[in-house]
C-alpha cells in the first residue's frame, strides 16, 4: 500500500504561488498515492474552524474533499498552527482527523506518526500554552472577536516565531535540535514502532538505530518553507523527495 506525507507547507492564503503549486502537487503527485498523510501546520493560522477560514482556503480544502471523494484516504494529524479541525473537516471534506499522534501498518513496519510538536520534553511552557489554546473555555470567550482579527494575529505571530527560529535557534542549533528529536523517537522504539515519523522542526531528517537488535528508523519530513520536502512510501520502503518549486 502505497502512501505519501506531508507537513509544515504554511499556507496563510489561497491565491499565492506557492499555495497554487501545493494545489497541483495534491492534485498531481498526492493524488497518485492511496493513502495521503498531513502531518500538521497545513495551514499557518487555523486555530479552529471558521466560516473566514473556511472561506480563506477554500481552494486548498476543495481539493482536500476531491482527493476524498476519489477514494483516497486522507488523514490529517492537527499541528500547532493548525488545530480544532472539527467536523468540517471529517464529515464535509471527508478527512479523518487525529489529535495528537497515529499508529499505522505499512508494510510489515509498525509506524508511529505526529506532527512533533510534543517531541522536545523541556519545552513545558509550550506544553501548557497548547493545551489552553485547545480549550473550549477559551474559543467561547474569543466568539465575539471578528475571526479575521484572531487570524491576522496569528499571522504575525507565526512571523515572529519562524524569524526568531531562523536567526536564534536553528542557524547555531540544528544539530542539538535533530538529537532531542531522534532521542525522542528512540522513546517511541521501545514501544514496538519500526519507524517514527515527525515534522515541525522544518529540518529534515533520516537516521537508523539499533534497538534490541531491530533496525529503527526516524524520520522528519522538513518543511515546505525552505527545504520543501515530504516522504513517500511505495509498498516497501520510505524515500525522501524535494518537490521542485517554480512558477507556475
Known amino acids: 500500500m502505497s502512501a505519501i506525507f506531508l507537513s509544515d507547507v504554511h499556507l496563510q492564503d489561497a491565491t499565492s504561488v506557492k499555495t497554487r503549486l501545493v494545489i497541483r502537487f495534491l492534485q498531481e503527485v498526492a493524488s497518485q498515492f492511496k493513502k495521503i498523510y498531513i502531518l500538521g501546520d497545513l495551514f499557518d493560522v487555523w486555530p479552529g474552524t471558521t466560516p473566514y477560514l473556511i ?15 476519489q477514494g483516497h484516504e486522507v488523514h490529517y494529524i492537527e499541528g500547532n498552527h493548525d488545530f480544532r479541525l472539527g467536523s468540517y473537516f471529517s464529515d464535509e471534506l471527508g478527512v479523518q482527523v487525529h489529535t495528537d499522534e497515529l499508529s499505522i501498518t505499512l508494510g510489515d513496519k509498525k509506524v508511529y506518526l505526529a506532527h512533533g510538536d510534543l517531541g522536545n520534553p523541556s519545552e513545558r511552557g509550550y506544553r501548557l500554552l497548547r493545551s489552553l489554546l485547545r480549550q473550549d473555555l477559551l474559543h467561547l470567550a474569543l466568539r465575539p472577536v471578528p475571526p479575521k482579527w ?34 525522542s523517537a528512540e522513546k517511541i522504539f521501545y514501544q514496538g514502532y519500526d519507524v517514527v515519523v515527525m ?6 531528517d ?43
Open 55 to 69: 472561506e480563506r482556503f477554500k481552494p486548498v480544502t476543495d481539493v482536500l474533499r476531491s482527493l476524498s471523494r
Open 150 to 183: 484572531i487570524f491576522d494575529l496569528g499571522v504575525r505571530t507565526s512571523g515572529a516565531s519562524r524569524r526568531y527560529q531562523e536567526t536564534k535557534e536553528y542557524p547555531q542549533g540544528a544539530t542539538r535540535i535533530r538529537q532531542i528529536y531522534r532521542a
Open 199 to 204: 515534522g515541525h522542526t522544518h529540518l529534515p
Open 206 to 248: 533520516d537516521v537508523t538505530t539499533l534497538i534490541n537488535g531491530r533496525k529503527c528508523r526516524y524520520i522528519n519530513t522538513g518543511d515546505w518553507v525552505q527545504n520543501f520536502t515530504y516522504l513517500e512510501f511505495d509498498g516497501s520502503d520510505f524515500y525522501t523527495k524535494s518537490h521542485p518549486m517554480t512558477d507556475l
